[in-house]
């Protein structure tokens, strides 16, 4: 027993000795070392996926990092996340800025900084074409989602009866609900525009008109990193004025796309 | 320089501590359904690979190759998503009503881990002398008698160091049935990560919950080896 609890009290010691400081300044550590890296969906279009073509990230998260980029004369590194490893990765100093479908929220804002919201949209299902009318139809079924998302804690709120299966990313979540695993498959109404956009049968599947919560997206950086945060944000307010964030939105959303989104939303200042 | 606070409260009550606690409740029951199952299957092939019936042998030597060979988390997929194709939909209608998800991670670990002790047990029996094949041969024995109460028994004592770590292996191969939605340990430490984000705390939890987990297995086993070995010896 006691030689057990020496290998448990060494093995808590490791655990903790791993955790390394990360320095505060990353606009200037950024700058010294020529790189930002960016950590990225790769497998979420139109937001960042790798295009069949040039075999490389695209997308209009991609296109934001970029600009802020070049407006530091560095270049980039995509580095590809999941919902749930982007802010540990963040937070290690794996990657140094986030720029993955995040949505904004208090909780999440009290462990990193957020940029102004750059893209705004909402959580909604994509199901069976005419399966689901009413939140109703959807209480007590098995509904699908990727783990470490904000779209997992908000079905679970508006819909507390269903079951909540999350997957390792949307694409399996998708998968699922082409074989009947789940009834619905949730997130933001943009991503299931994307995915929807994709599938190869789909005619069969629909986004009703249920959306359950809004969902700001920002680019996120390490807490307190005031210098970073402040040239991120300038930044995107000058690509807002200049016209660039609109073009950035009309090149993957717009009427030229298999999406059709309006865009309702300007970027702004947080107040 | 250590900044990072733990803060271990969160996890050590409270709806979080309940999430973790049921976590490793399925883990514990994926484990040790898939351990039972998979030395069953294992003890099968094994004698199969070792039949005189040459077509057995073949089908016991593709499997073992087949299942050896291929990633674990790719057979966790194929049982989930692939099994949909060939199944047909009445059976799939019930199976995603009745929690698939953990049928197809107990499916995918038990024939992913008996490949690999079927080999043991077939390196085990080949350790003991042909003579006492043949002495139980022509005492009477029926070729599976012989295995079963000649060869077997003394050739699981000897598979018993590699069979521990068939089973360590597989209850912590048990934490890839999280992509396929299966709310094991790992999955609950995730989900305490990404509505705490208390990561830290929760997977250093669930890295001791494995730790323990695994000490328990191998003392297990080792206990079950030292009956088995003493009762050799008194008799």
Known sequence: MKKLLTMLMMAALVTVTVKAAVAADTLAEVKKKGVLVVGCKDSLPPFGYVDEKSRQIVGYDIDFVNAIAKKMGVKVELKPVTSASRMPQLQEGHIDIIAATMTKNADRAKVIDFSHTYFFTGQKFITKKGTVKSLKDLEGKRIGTAKGSTSEQNVKKALPTSTVLSYDDYPQAFLALQQGKVAAVTTDEAILAGILAKAPNKSQFEIPALQISDEPYGLGMRKGDTNFVNFVNKTILEMEKSGEAAKIFNKWFGPGTQFHLQRNFKIAADK | ?235
Not at chain 2, 65 to 74: C, G, I, Q
């Open chain 2, 1 to 235: 320089m250590l900044t990072y606070t733990f803060d271990w409260s969160i996890i050590t009550s409270g709806k979080y501590f309940e999430w973790l606690l049921s976590g490793l409740i399925v883990t514990l029951k994926l484990s040790a359904l898939s351990i039972v199952l998979a030395f069953i299957l294992g003890l099968l092939i094994a004698v199969m690979r070792m039949s005189h019936n040459r077509v057995v042998r073949w089908i016991a030597h593709a499997y073992l190759e087949f299942f050896r060979n291929t990633p674990l988390l790719v057979q966790i997929f194929f049982w989930y998503f692939g099994s949909y194709k060939i199944l047909p939909s009445v059976v799939n209608d019930w199976l995603n009503t009745n929690g698939f998800e953990f049928a197809a991670a107990a499916t995918a670990l038990t024939i992913y881990t008996s490949a690999f002790i079927a080999e043991d047990i077939r390196s085990g029996v080949l350790s003991i002398p042909k003579e006492q094949m043949e002495a139980a041969r022509s005492a009477g024995f029926s070729y599976l008698r012989s295995m079963q109460y000649i060869i077997l028994p003394q050739a699981v004592r000897i598979t018993i160091p590699p069979l521990i770590n068939q089973f360590l292996n597989l209850a912590k191969n048990s934490s890839l049935a999280m992509t396929i939605g299966v709310m094991e340990m790992t999955y609950q430490a995730r989900q305490v990560e990404s509505y705490t984000f208390k990561g830290f705390e929760a997977f250093t939890a669930a890295t001791m919950v494995y730790l323990v987990l695994s000490i328990v297995i191998t003392v297990l086993v080792n206990m079950y080896n030292e009956k088995v070995l003493n009762l050799h010896k008194a008799a």
